[in-house]
Each structure stands twice: as C-alpha cells, then as structure tokens.
C-alpha cells in the first residue's frame, strides 16, 4: 500500500524546475568569443587541477559512417553537470552539419534537468575558443600570420577566435576546392575586417 501511496503522490507545477530550450540562433546571439575563451581556459586549468569529473565519451555505432555520441561530465561536486549527446551523419549537400545533437544541463541541487541547448553552434565555439586558448599558451606574442586548412564548419570560428589571442595582420587560407575557397575568404574577411589570401593545392606557403 505504501508502494501504491508512493507511486502514485501528486506532482503540482510549483515542484517542477522550468525547463529552457535554446536553439543555435539564440546561441549565436548570446554568444561572445572572448567570453567563451576565458571560460575554456579556466576549465583547462581546473582539469588540469583534477577538479572536474568525467567519464570517456561513449560511441555507438549506427552503421556506415553514422554513429551516436554521448559525453557526461560535472565541474565537480555541488556544480552544474550534464552531457553532450552527438549524432555523426554524413552531411548531404550542405543541409546540414554533419554533427548534430544537444547538450542537457541539470541542476546540481535537486538534479532536475535545467536546460537544453543546441550543441552544433556550442561545439563550433568551443572547439574555436580552445584552440585560441592553445595558441595563446604556445604561439609567439607578436605571431601575426594565421594558417586556415580547409574552409570547413571550424574555419570561420577559428579565424574569429585566434584574433581575440593575436594581433593578425594575414591570413592565408588553404583549400582544396578553389570557389568554396575564394567564397570563405570572401566572407571571412568581411566578418573580421582582415584581409584573407588565398593558396592553391600545389603552391607553397610563403
């Protein structure tokens, strides 16, 4: 009877946490490179520290190049926790990318899950911000040449966050294909107000 009594105990409005949806556009919108990058650097440092908690990312294969990720993890105890669930399809013409997924944030009170939020433009801003964390530990300080390979999903992110760690004054893109090339070094250069040249397949960096 105490089992039923249980299982059966009402659950009002009041005792339910709000639950937040937060798409890639508001994510774009509140997002901030330098901010992102302080917050990466400072979890680089309490990893380093042993303060965080976190298990090897779990990969299930679903077939032929598609696959579901999933990648928990806590700023320690008595802070925020939550996991970063991914699936990996090929992307089919630009439709879409080719990691999507979310990430799921729970309160470290109560555990009742606070917020989900679209993981594709976080991944995009935080691979960028750690990379930017990285070449501001190991790149010289007057470094002012930026290499992009490739014109992929990271390289807009990249070249916007490696300017908030360096004074750039040139970027030189590598590409495979010659117009998406030209079309991101078009866009790139007018996103971060510094000019990007071009290098083809076979010509050498200099």
């Keep these: 009877a105490r089992a039923q009594a249980a299982s059966t105990h009402p659950v009002t409005m009041e005792h339910l946490m709000p639950l937040h949806v937060i798409d890639a ?15 990466v650097r400072d979890a680089m440092k309490s990893l380093s520290r042993g303060h965080p908690i976190h298990a090897p990312r779990q990969i299930l294969s679903l077939g032929a190049r598609q696959a579901f990720g999933a990648m928990p993890g806590s700023m320690g105890a008595g ?5 970063k669930l991914v699936s990996v399809f090929p992307a089919s013409s630009g439709a879409h990318s080719s990691h999507q997924g979310v990430v799921v944030l729970f309160d470290p ?21 750690a990379s930017a964390v990285a070449t501001d530990a190991l790149a010289r300080a007057g470094a002012s040449t930026l290499a ?5 999903e990271q390289a807009q992110a990249h070249v916007m966050a490696i300017k908030e760690v360096r004074r750039l004054s040139r970027i030189v893109v590598w590409g495979r294909n ?29």
Excluded at 109 to 129: K, N, Y
Excluded at 180 to 205: M, N, Y
Aim: aromatic share 6%; proline share 3%.
């Design 79 to 83: 802070q925020v926790f939550g996991a």
């Design 109 to 129: 009170d109560s555990g009742a899950p606070l917020a989900i939020v679209d993981a594709t433009e976080i991944t995009r801003i935080r691979t960028a911000a």
């Design 25 to 39: 556009n508001l994510v774009r919108l509140h997002r901030s490179y330098s901010a992102c990058i302080a917050l």
């Design 148 to 152: 992009i390979l490739g014109c992929g």
């Design 178 to 206: 010659r117009e998406r090339r030209e079309h991101f070094a078009s866009d790139a250069s007018k996103l971060s107000g510094i000019e990007l040249c071009t290098q083809s397949v076979h010509r050498p960096f200099g």
